[in-house]
C-alpha cells in the first residue's frame, strides 16, 4: 500500500517465498534503501512489489545483500504421522503399572525394593543393575502416577523424532547412564527409586532433538534455543520439591538426554520409520530392563 493509503497499480515483483517472514526481511533492506515496495499475500506466495520504474533498483539492492548475508540452506521437515510415538507411550504407561502392581503384590514373596532399589555405595560396588531396575520402583501411587503422565507425555515426544524404538531404547540408557553418575556423587547410603530419572532423560532428549531441529530450519536463535530454555523450566517446575526429592537424579537425566539428544542427531537426527528397526531397538530397551532384573534376582 502506498504511503497515501492507495493500492499499488503496475508493480513487479522483485522477491517472493513461500512465508511472510522472509518477504519482511526483505522489505527491510528496501525501506532501509528508500525504494517504495509493499508486501502482499497471493495464492502462489509472499511477494515484495516495487514500481515497475524501480524494479532494477530494488533488484541490484536485494542482490547485494544477498552477497553479503548468504542464508543457510534449511533442511526439508519430514512429514511425521501422528501415532508415531504413540507406541512408546503405551509401553511406558503398561510397564510402569505392572511394576508397580508386582512391587505392591511383593509376587512370589521377593523384597523387590531391597533387589532393585538403588544404593551408591552398592553401584560404585559393581551391582550396575540397580541403575536400571530402580527406575521401574516407586514409593506409592502418587508417585508412579506422576511419572506415568509426565513419562508417556515426553516419550510420546521423544518417539515423534526417532520413532517409539530408538526413543526407548535411548531413554532406557541415558537414564541409567545417569543413575550412575548420580551414585558416584553421592554418599555410599543414599538411596532411590523410581521413574523420573528417565521421564528427565526424555524430557532433555526432546529439547535436544527440538533444537536441533530449528537449527536445521534456519528460524533465528530466539525459536532455536526456546526448546532448551522450556526444558529447564520444566526441570525447575516439575523435577524439584520435598526434602525427599533426588533432585540430583533429576538433573543428571536431564544432562545426560540433552548429551544423547545431541549424540543422535550427529548420527543422522530424525529417524525414518522402519519397522525392523523400531522393532529391534524397542526390543533392546525390553532386553536391557529384562538383564538388569535377572542379575538383580
Not at 228 to 249: C, M, N, S
Request: contains cysteine; aromatic residues 8%.
Amino acid at each position: 500500500m502506498l504511503p497515501d493509503g492507495s493500492q499499488p497499480a503496475d508493480w513487479v515483483s522483485v522477491y517472493q517465498a513461500p512465508t511472510r517472514r522472509p518477504c519482511e526481511e526483505q522489505a527491510l533492506v528496501l525501506k532501509a534503501m528508500g525504494i517504495t515496495h509493499h508486501v502482499t499475500e497471493q495464492p502462489d506466495g509472499c511477494h515484495v512489489r516495487v514500481p515497475a520504474a524501480d524494479a532494477s533498483r530494488a533488484l541490484g539492492e536485494l542482490g547485494l545483500y544477498w552477497r553479503e548475508n548468504p542464508r543457510r540452506p534449511t533442511a526439508a521437515w519430514p512429514a511425521i504421522p501422528p501415532s508415531r510415538g504413540v507406541p512408546l507411550a503405551v509401553a511406558w504407561i503398561v510397564i510402569l503399572s505392572l511394576c508397580h502392581a508386582i512391587q505392591s503384590g511383593s509376587l512370589s514373596g521377593v523384597d523387590w525394593l531391597g533387589a532393585g532399589e538403588l544404593v551408591a555405595g552398592r553401584v560404585r560396588d559393581g551391582e550396575w543393575w540397580r541403575t536400571l531396575t530402580a527406575l521401574t520402583l516407586h514409593a506409592d501411587v502418587g508417585h508412579v502416577t506422576g511419572n506415568i503422565a509426565f513419562g508417556a507425555f515426553f516419550g510420546y515426544l521423544a518417539g515423534q523424532y526417532l520413532g517409539s524404538g530408538v526413543a526407548a531404547l535411548a531413554i532406557v540408557v541415558l537414564a541409567g547412564l545417569a543413575n550412575g553418575g548420580n551414585a558416584l556423587v553421592q554418599l555410599a547410603a543414599h538411596r532411590s527409586i523410581g521413574a523420573s530419572t528417565a521421564v528427565f532423560a526424555a524430557l532433555g532428549l526432546v529439547a535436544a532433538l527440538a533444537w536441533a531441529a530449528s537449527r536445521r530450519q534456519a528460524l533465528g536463535w530466539a525459536r532455536a534455543w526456546s526448546p532448551v530454555v522450556a526444558g529447564i523450566a520444566l526441570l525447575a517446575f516439575i523435577g524439584t520439591g520435598d526434602e525427599q526429592t533426588d533432585i540430583f537424579a533429576h538433573l543428571a537425566g536431564f544432562l545426560a538426554g540433552l548429551a544423547g539428544g545431541a549424540g543422535l542427531n550427529r548420527l543422522g537426527g530424525l529417524r525414518p520409520g522402519h519397522t525392523g528397526l523400531q522393532a529391534l531397538t524397542g526390543a533392546g530397551a525390553a532386553a536391557l530392563l529384562a538383564l538388569a532384573w535377572w542379575r538383580a534376582l
